[in-house]
């Protein structure tokens, strides 16, 4: 078996507006970054789908989904209005069982989630709808730990990247989070979206220029100043681990699509291992 | 029709150990009990709903987090599986619960005519929040009368913790002058822990209660200080102190819960009943009563 591999690594939001952002006309530049990046996705012919959501909550460590199909239809806490979010995920749970073995060995506390009903978060859903609409290509999901700071995060990056390799898998791995996160905390009108607050405008690009450059290390460094300075989507640590994965030194994301979802900030970064 | 009133308010933390330690048929997981005095302080509670025969219990609930204002649920029924998300090995409930639509519709009323952001939940896919769901129970497992479930809308952790307790008077105000005019015999809920460091392992058997401890000595005496005003009937010194108690214990009253019902009850000066205290994952839990029915305080006597 030759070694396993990871082939792209995406950065995506996860709020749900974009999934209904065709009919309600609105975030279009957003959809058409998401849809490119489903088109790339698909073209490397993944064996799995590597998500790390932000919204996927944990307190009792690092947790892993082991369920074999997650399915059932999600409701969102705040946007419920929008629509339902059907789901149905085929899981990797041999290669989720080893990420969770090694992120254990690194000295992680993990658990593994298996429970007919449990609720697959609204990240990990919009991101399968833009990136594997019909669920062909099997998933690994891992939980966003609370506690986990942005060392915790990279090391349980590394750990993914070390299951992916053992199992010879082509893997696309999906940090799913927002950038900053400053909600408009009125009702808006969703055609006029606009961040809620320009300095939060301001950071987001700028991290966004360092990830173009090749310059992740960098984007390490100032995170926590970012996450204090924009209420960045639980600090913002996605990152971490999408690096933690990738490597420093290797990263580097090309932006595919980036703007304001309810004044917060979002955006399609693909990291193309392969080139 | 009569006014309403508000007939009691009650401290109702939600950690879902309480029910996986009760063993309800509603929910999946078994255990061997643990957590028996906050359970047994919860079963005092009940006691004391029966015999008050409330119309509606009303909750108000940090697990149902909402950035766009203060949300009202507005089906006439909720009905489902609720499994949850942070401790999915403990619980996983089958809830149904009827909705006080009249109520639900006034409460959207005042509190937009009090100027803040709300809106009605209405999508019947809507998955009820765990914390919701563990203070009702806990208070009324029959589910036989009629509930009213708000959001926490999340100012407090957005702009400041002054700014969100000034939302959340101000919505308890709403809600009081709500009840009021539906002429409602109405039971508060504040589904809040005290003080919240809690441990990130869980032993073996999660209810192993030779690991149950407090966080800390700390948040111990925190909480107690706050009990003891809350003993005391120095209400209004609770709502002075709270920001403090949040910043000092990283409190899950900072969602705004206490803050709301306190101020629907009028910050009345009256010695809550402190039924049972004891830690979850090392969080402080309390179950507290407020019986207004010895003072016949109308809804909103402070609004």
Known sequence: ?275 | MAEGKILAGFLAPHPPHIVYGENPERNIPRSTGGWEVLRWGYENCREKIKKLRPDVIIVHSPHWMTVVGHHFTYLPRLKGLSVDPIFPHLFRYQYDMKIDMELAEACFEETRAAGLTTKKMTNPNFRVDYGTIVSLHMLNPDWDIPVLSISANNSPYFFSTKVGQEQMVQLGQATARAIKKTGRRAVLAASNTLSHLHFDREPDLPEDMGREHIYNNDQYRWDMRLLGLIRAGRTREVMQILPEFIDKTASEVKAGSLAWMLSAMGVPEVPGKVHGYWSVIGTGNAVVEWDLTQQAVPAGASA
């Open chain 1, 1 to 275: 078996m030759s070694p396993g591999k990871i082939s792209k690594a995406y950065l995506v939001p996860g709020l749900p507006h974009l999934v209904f952002g065709k009919k309600l006309q609105a975030w279009t530049e957003l959809v058409r970054g998401y849809e490119q990046a489903g088109d790339n996705c698909r073209k490397s012919k993944p064996d799995v789908l590597v998500t790390y959501s932000t919204q996927w909550i944990s307190v009792l460590g690092h947790s892993f989904q082991t369920h074999p199909n997650p399915s059932g239809i999600h409701v969102d806490e705040n946007w419920y209005d929008l629509g339902d979010l059907p789901f149905s995920a085929k899981v990797d749970v041999d290669l989720t069982k080893q990420m969770a073995s090694k992120a254990a060995g690194k000295g992680l506390a993990t658990k593994l989630i298996n429970f007919d009903g449990f609720p697959l978060d609204t990240g990990t859903i919009v991101a399968q709808h833009f990136l594997n609409a019909d669920g062909s290509v099997p998933v690994a999901v891992l939980s966003s730990n609370v506690y986990a700071n942005a060392a915790d995060s990279m090391k349980l990056g590394a750990a993914v990247s070390e299951a992916i390799q053992e199992s010879g898998r082509n893997a696309v791995l999906v940090a799913c989070t927002g950038m900053s996160g400053r909600f408009h905390t009125t009702e808006i009108d969703f055609k006029k979206d606009e961040f809620s607050n320009a300095a939060d405008d301001q950071w987001n690009r700028r991290l966004l220029k360092m990830m173009e450059a090749g310059k992740c290390g960098e984007v390490l460094d100032v995170m926590g100043d970012f996450a204090a300075n924009t209420m960045a989507d639980m600090q913002f640590k996605a990152f971490a681990w999408l690096i933690g994965a990738l490597g420093v030194a290797k990263a580097r994301g090309k932006v595919l699509a980036y703007g304001p979802i309810y004044g917060t900030g979002a955006a399609v970064v693909e990291f193309d291992n392969a080139s």
